[in-house]
């Protein structure tokens, strides 16, 4: 199967910045995708990478490098309602999506 | 409102019932999943549909019983299920489910305990 990494927790400072590290080994790549996820609520879209670099939009940016099988999610001008879980998700050579099992990042006033 | 609608968003049922879980996307999109999602697992996908045809069972237990009527909407019928099948069961749809950037939309999920 494949196997995405990411950390469980995060916790950082209003205002702060804050990067959420992703490392994935699968067999071949097609996509990496992140989502955040509020309490209670459905996931959703936040950013997309298949080629090596940096996608920014607005405050959240999404890094990639396929060589490295290393991804990251910098979060920056950290708000309060940023508080949630942020999910990593990898394509495979055959499309199929699978994902790791999130970071929950806790923004402290 | 993500343009995923899921009901209900919380269901108890006992071990012996029957139930079914429901989904409707208003997004025009072809292809509908079905995902398990557990407290700190990832999210395991069980079922995808593409132009109404089930395309992936990813070895899910026969107790969970999929129906895609249309391209809007997906079901989810449960029977003699187990504690362990409490999670939270989450509907997407995409416009397509190969190449291209495909973003899932997710509902806000159906929240289930069995007893």
């Known amino acids: 199967g494949q196997n995405i990494d990411q950390p469980t927790e995060m916790t950082a400072t209003e205002g702060a910045i804050v990067q959420i590290n992703c490392t994935y080994q699968t067999s071949g790549f097609n996509g990496l995708f992140w989502y955040q996820q509020h309490a209670g609520e459905a996931p959703t879209f936040l950013s997309y990478?298949?080629?090596?670099g940096l996608e920014e939009k607005g405050r959240f940016s999404s890094f990639l490098s396929r060589s490295k099988g290393y991804s990251y999610l910098l979060l920056k001008e950290l708000q309060m309602k940023d508080s949630a879980s942020y999910l990593c998700a990898v394509r495979d050579e055959d499309y199929k999506l699978s994902f790791g099992a999130g970071t929950t990042v806790t923004v402290r006033a | 409102e993500t343009g995923v609608t899921q009901t209900p968003r919380h269901l108890v049922m006992g071990m012996t019932n029957k139930k079914s879980l429901k989904c409707e996307q208003h997004?025009?999109?072809?292809?509908m999943y079905w995902y398990k999602q557990s407290a700190k697992k990832p999210l395991e996908l069980m079922f995808v549909y593409n132009f109404k045809e089930q395309t992936e069972n990813n070895s899910v237990p026969s107790r969970f019983s999929p129906e895609c009527p249309n391209s809007s909407h997906l079901f989810l019928h449960l029977h003699t299920l187990q504690p362990e099948d409490s999670a939270l069961y989450l509907c997407a749809s995409s416009q397509g489910t190969g190449s291209g950037a495909n973003v899932l939309t997710f509902g806000a999920g159906s929240r289930l305990t069995v007893l």
């Open positions: 990478n298949v080629l090596d």
């Open positions: 997004l025009g999109h072809n292809a």
